[in-house]
């Protein structure tokens, strides 16, 4: 399979967001629900900031067509959310490695979506590595979170690519594992 991977631009926002909203908690298909969501409600405005301000959004692209995306930014870009807020605040909470994680030395990757036409093919593997690679310049450390209801996001991050789960925490009467890995 051919893939071109590549760090978005804004000629790619429209694209990105209606692969984004295929599997956004609200318009998702019942049938498709069981293999993951996205839970946050992305705008044009927020893609147009992660691009401009954070050089964090990461594409794969296949016969032309935008098959998958991964977000990565600062903690300051993503504490527009509550969610962030209480990670940020919690990030003391674990260790990785040893390694003392913080604001400064971290970023949050994901969300992450691949297309259900290629599913299973290794473009999640290549995106995420992409994604990694990029982000490494910048920072050591990776920290990112996972709904305990999404087993195939769990299995794809644990197994298919290196991260370990550092904790565990409740938000909203949901239930999350945080995860961390060394950018390289
Ligand atoms: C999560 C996601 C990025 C993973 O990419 P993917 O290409 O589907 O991942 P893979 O198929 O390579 O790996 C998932 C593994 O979980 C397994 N799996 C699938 N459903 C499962 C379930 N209900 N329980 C346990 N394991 C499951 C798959 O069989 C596969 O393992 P295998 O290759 O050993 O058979 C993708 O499914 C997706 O975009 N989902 C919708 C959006 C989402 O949930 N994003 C992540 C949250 S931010």
Redesign the pocket.
């Known amino acids: 399979m051919s893939l071109e991977l590549k760090i978005a631009t804004l000629e790619n926002v429209a694209e990105v967001l209606t692969l984004h909203y295929k599997?956004q908690v609200d318009s998702i298909s019942e049938e498709d629900k069981?293999?993951?969501?996205?839970t946050t409600a992305f705008t044009e405005s927020h893609l147009t900031r992660l691009i401009t301000e954070e050089s964090g959004l990461f594409i794969a692209v296949k016969d032309g067509k935008i098959v998958a995306y991964a977000m990565s930014a600062s903690w300051g870009f993503w504490c527009q959310w509550p969610m962030f807020e209480y990670m940020v605040a919690n990030l003391h909470d674990a260790t990785l490695l040893g390694n003392e994680l913080t604001e400064n030395n971290s970023y949050q990757y994901?969300?992450?979506?691949?297309d259900k036409s290629v599913?299973?093919e290794g473009?999640?593997e290549a995106v995420f590595q992409f994604a990694l690679k990029e982000m490494s310049a910048r920072y050591p450390f990776m920290v990112t979170f996972?709904n305990k209801i999404?087993?195939?996001?769990y299995?794809?991050h644990t197994?298919?690519v290196n991260l370990d789960v550092i904790s565990e925490f409740d938000f909203n009467n949901n239930h999350y594992f945080k995860l961390a890995c060394k950018t390289s």
């Open positions: 599997y069981k293999d993951g969501f996205i994901g969300p992450v979506c691949v599913r299973g473009v999640f996972i999404n087993l195939r996001s299995q794809a197994r298919k």
